[in-house]
């Protein structure tokens, strides 16, 4: 599946590199390895049908301020979601943010 990258940064972590808002991870060695496997799944799904599938992911339909976008966990022992909407039939993700679920911290 195609992925497009609205944050240049969001694109610099998932290459592995912390920069600007995502600087906080430098050190979250869980995270940068969870994120990297759900990029994979990401990357060999033909289609967002078969990325639902994948109930590790727990992807979910946002709503009230988020409605029409969606979230998917990013590992069992991270707190975090990567929040996404759909785009051109479901065929390719516009990755928007990286977001700690339900605003733990």
């Known amino acids: 599946m195609d992925i497009a990258f609205d944050d240049d940064e969001l694109y610099e972590l998932v290459k592995g590199n912390c920069i600007g808002k995502y600087k906080k991870f430098r050190s979250n060695a869980p995270l940068k390895t969870n994120l990297n496997k759900v990029m ?39 707190k975090y979601r990567m929040i996404f909407v759909t785009k051109n039939n479901e065929l390719q993700l516009l990755l928007i943010e990286l977001n700690e679920h339900y605003g733990d911290s």
């Open 40 to 78: 994979r799944i990401l990357t060999i799904s033909p289609s967002f049908e078969i990325v639902k599938r994948h109930r590790s992911l727990n992807v979910e339909l946002l709503s009230g301020n988020l409605a029409g976008k969606y979230s998917l966990r990013v590992g069992y022992n991270t």
